[in-house]
């Protein structure tokens, strides 16, 4: 079983920065990939960001490349996702997700994750 708590969000004026850390509770970290996904409202869940059991392997949607940092922790067991040149259209609640995964390729579709924190609301103001 794997728990995921997030932790970070809030309200920020377009183009600023904002961090997001989601805390796992799991025996064995190293054998999930994890990601982060966000849902505005009236939308699908959408991928975000994604990085690999070892950390050495990071997956990003497009419309987040070059702006979001997805990293992990092993030791600490928290992937943090670092937003820059944030705009009105990053607002959604984030959520952190896991899956039982140590392919570097590891996953984008929401039916491939099996565990999922409660999600963070991040408001990106004009």
């Known amino acids: 079983q794997v728990q995921l708590v997030e932790s970070g969000g809030g309200l920020v004026q377009a183009g600023g920065s904002l961090s997001l850390s989601c805390a796992a509770s799991?025996?064995?970290?190293?054998?999930?990939?994890m990601g982060w996904f966000r849902q505005a409202p009236g939308k699908e869940r959408e991928f975000v960001a994604g990085?690999?059991?070892?950390?050495?392997?990071?997956r990003y949607a497009d419309s987040v490349k070059g702006r979001f940092t997805i990293s992990r922790d092993s030791a600490k067991k928290t992937v943090d996702l670092q937003m820059t040149s944030l705009e009105p259209e990053d607002t959604a609640v984030y959520y952190c997700?896991?899956?039982?995964?140590?392919?570097?390729?590891?996953?984008?579709?929401?039916?491939?994750?099996?565990?999922w924190g409660q999600g963070t609301q991040v408001t990106g103001s004009s």
């Open positions: 799991v025996r064995f970290f190293s054998n999930y990939y």
């Open positions: 997700a896991a899956v039982f995964n140590r392919s570097l390729m590891g996953a984008v579709r929401v039916a491939e994750y099996a565990y």
């Open positions: 990085v690999s059991w070892n950390g050495k392997s990071t």
